[in-house]
Nanobody, 120 residues
Framework: VQLQASGGGLVQPGGFLGLSCAASGSIFSINFMGWYRQAPGKQRELVARIGSGGSTNYADSVKGRFTISRDNAKNTVYLQMNSLKPEDTAVYYC???????????????WGQGTQVTVSS
């Protein structure tokens, strides 16, 4: 199983950016999919995550600015980031709880990380 993230880059404060992350490989089902981020010198933190039925939760710092969504048919999760602030600068990692067969427990998988830099 592999998670491949794309998107990210450099954007000015107040701008917007989109991330996507596709899961591939031997997948029976995917429970939660989400995004975490890690800024220099800080711990990795949850940004947003979405359940298989569409339920979402967000970090307080991004509520109202970021939107997470997923396409179950494509095993893909998206993160639309609006009104970006310098403090959103971090490496963003996608995460998914994936069950590879009907008889195995879900495991957490991580993407490779993508840099988001918000700066003028």
């Amino acid at each position: 199983v592999q998670l491949q993230a794309s998107g990210g880059g450099l954007v000015q404060p107040g701008g917007f950016l989109g991330l996507s992350c596709a899961a591939s490989g031997s997948i029976f089902s995917i429970n939660f999919m989400g995004w975490y981020r890690q800024a220099p010198g800080k711990q990795r933190e949850l940004v947003a995550r979405i359940g298989s039925g569409g339920s979402t939760n967000y970090a307080d710092s991004v509520k109202g600015r970021f939107t997470i969504s997923r396409d179950n048919a494509k095993n893909t999760v998206y993160l639309q980031m609006n009104s970006l602030k310098p403090e959103d600068t971090a490496v963003y990692y996608c995460n998914a709880e994936i069950q590879i067969t009907a008889f195995t427990r879900p495991d957490a998988y991580w993407g490779q990380g993508t840099q988001v830099t918000v700066s003028s």
